[in-house]
């Protein structure tokens, strides 16, 4: 970890010694959105999202109507009925987007890649910081630039993270390249929350297009998303 705000982050969301010692993260999801309803899929309500902290790998439960649960594991996805058996799976999911079919609608494996990636991201930033070959360079007091290597399912190679005073992230802005190149995005913090563990954590973020000069538009809501219950595991 090098710099004072990459420090400054990790200590405002629990401290090293929690992230280097937890072994896997549970999170409760809801989210909806413009998103959902021009890939043709449900939303979200209290979702489990269940993750190992410093690996990409998630299990969605459910990830349809079925109760089926929808497993990420680094860039290969599969969907698995309640008792554990493979019902459908694709590996390395990122080369099927953004084009064909998935301009108008995701299935299930679309969505555990999208959605698997993307929380996993959200979730564990401070272990990205501390431990994960993503490399963070820090410009002025408020803002870290990411570079992500190719063995992360992430949005795009290069983000940007803007935080406050305190460490606590404001916006995150990416480009969501599995959607197109055209889709600049700003992942807006509306609220912050702590768990039980005296964990904060980004409790409610809002998605919506970003301007040429990197402030989030208004409308439309893209992805509105809640964690509703937020807990580390060692």
Known sequence: MQGDLARRVVDAYGGSSRWETAVRLRAVVSASGLAFRLK???????TVFEMDVH??????????????IGVLDGQDVRVEDADGRVVASRPNARRHFPGGRRIFWWDDLDMTYFAGYATWNYCTLPSLILDHPTRFEQ?????LQARFPATI?????????????????????????VIGKWA????VVVEHGKNEQGIAY??????????????????PILIDLTIQDFELIS
């Open 40 to 46: 043709r899929r449900a939303l979200f309500v209290q």
């Open 55 to 68: 690996r990409p790998r998630v299990r969605i439960a459910p990830i349809n109507r079925l109760g089926q």
């Open 202 to 219: 980004t409790r409610r973020r809002r998605v919506t297009p970003r301007r040429g000069d990197g402030t989030p538009r208004k409308s």
């Open 153 to 177: 399912p992430t949005h795009c190679p290069e983000q940007v993270f803007r935080f406050d005073r305190f460490g606590q992230l404001i916006q995150h802005d990416y480009t969501a390249l």
């Open 184 to 187: 600049r995005a700003a992942n």
């Open 139 to 143: 410009f002025g007091d408020d803002l």
